[in-house]
């Protein structure tokens, strides 16, 4: 009996998402930090779709037993997937033009808007 | 990189592009789809450029823009594909025509040739995310590569 | 004494979070699922689709495709813009 763990699973993986925000000041390292948090989010939205003794939402030589894992939520999943490494993508572009500029990826020394 | 790195490249690449298809191809039957073989054959095309450097890839930029425009605008063509009864509607499934077979009820070995404009929309999708992904991995190694052979 | 601040705010948050988790419905038991029933009933009828999840992300919720696909090509579009090279 495992009861609610894979939901605190998740959680608190965006609990570590939110203490790497909070601390650290790499910009490389906020970056990971967000992803951590879109890791935990993708994990939620899978788990709460489960269904005690569930199989897969396909019927390529699917078994006969057992009811089908709520689809809708997987789907959007892979909807919030592809849409993080598209946020990825960019933030990492930002994160190396600032290098370029500045020198530098503390996020305390970037504080000024001169360009 | 190395002649290891090099060769394990040149037998892996095709391999990962064959498998990328084959996850795009039987995106309706079996776990997978346009994003997900899209992903694999661009971690092949990111293989490549980690191996060979950016430069020799340089001028497939625009190809590779292209094929992104290609693949949204094939997507968005077949979402109209159905506009006589709503868009994105699936006028091809079950038609008999291309990807129109039919398709036994509940669980079945699974037919390549069903499922209608399904298919078509995995493989314009497969085709965007694997440019979109290679576009972008090739940006950033362009832009940092000044001093690679 | 900020870091004793932004520690307390860090807990605060991670516990309603962890709290949350736990008070949530049992797992594997979810309460509303009508709309999956008839998308798991009826993609082999309506779509010939064996892959239910293909059936959704194309079909059914054919714009939420759409606008990640423009997600996908805005983010592309912006790399290649901040990318570019300044000096030739």
Known sequence: ?115 | ?149 | MKWWLALAAFCLAAGFLIFGAVALRPFGEPRYREMDEYFIRFSQAELAANNVVTAIVFDYRGYDTLGEATVLFTAVTGVALILRRLKK
């Open chain 1, 1 to 115: 009996m495992i009861g609610n763990l894979p939901f605190v699973v998740c959680m608190i993986l965006v609990a570590l998402g939110l203490w790497t925000l909070v601390t650290k000041r790499n910009l490389i390292k906020l970056v990971i930090g967000i992803g951590l948090i879109e890791s935990g989010v993708n994990l939620f939205l899978v788990s709460l779709g489960y269904v005690r003794g569930g199989i897969p939402p396909i019927y390529t030589y699917a078994p006969a037993d057992g009811p089908m894992v709520l689809p809708t939520p997987q789907a959007l999943t892979l909807t919030s997937i592809v849409i993080g490494v598209a946020t990825t993508a960019l933030m990492l572009a930002f994160a190396v033009v600032i290098y370029r500029h500045k020198g530098t990826l503390d996020a305390r020394k970037i504080r000024d808007l001169r360009g």
């Open chain 2, 1 to 149: 990189m190395t002649v290891v790195v090099r060769t394990i490249t040149r037998i892996l690449f095709p391999i990962s592009l064959v498998f990328g298809g084959y996850v795009i191809m039987h995106g309706h039957l079996t776990p997978g789809g346009g994003f997900q073989g899209g992903a694999v054959a661009a971690s092949g095309l990111a293989m490549v450029l980690v191996a060979f450097g950016a430069k020799r890839l340089a001028e497939k930029k625009g190809l590779l823009s292209a094929l992104e425009s290609l693949g949204g605008v094939a997507f968005a063509a077949l979402g109209f594909l159905g506009l006589g009864l709503t868009f994105f509607a699936n006028i091809l499934a079950r038609s008999g025509g291309l990807f129109g077979g039919p398709v036994p009820y509940g669980p079945n070995p699974g037919e390549l040739n069903t499922a209608g404009t399904l298919p078509l929309m995995n493989w314009a999708v497969g085709f965007k995310v694997l440019a979109g992904l290679g576009a972008v991995v090739l940006l950033f190694a362009l832009f940092g590569g000044e001093n690679d052979r």
